[in-house]
């Protein structure tokens, strides 16, 4: 699959790999099936000496009107709205990004 869109999301919470997998990672993998809109491409945690602060999950997206649902599953899945979504626009080579607090759904 060729990707329009690589996509990073920045989620801090205090998980681990099977329990982000449980939470998220499953629920978009099943949305991805229904439609062949993406894959995810990476993940993991990360932390520092007093343990996991949080969790990150790379996708590639062809197009971004798909964020929509991701982004129903990061809520429904207790994401905080601190977490950070940023997009790379691999046709433009562009970055941009936005907190989960302040997503607006795409048309």
Not at 35 to 48: A, F, K, P
Request: aromatic fraction near 6%; charge should be negative; hydrophobic fraction near 40%.
């Amino acid at each position: 699959m060729v990707a329009m869109y690589s996509v990073h999301m920045s989620i801090p919470l205090a998980i681990g790999p099977e329990e982000r997998g449980d939470r998220f990672e499953d629920a978009i993998c099943d949305l991805f099936d229904e439609d062949d809109g993406g894959d995810i491409v990476g993940g993991g945690t990360y932390g520092n000496e007093d343990g996991i602060t949080g969790v990150g999950i790379q996708l590639e997206v062809k197009e971004l009107v798909i964020m929509n649902s991701i982004i129903d599953i990061l809520r429904a899945g207790g994401a905080p709205p601190e977490s950070t979504i940023e997009f790379v626009d691999e046709s433009k080579d562009e970055v941009s990004s936005v907190r989960l607090g302040d997503w607006v759904d795409l048309a």
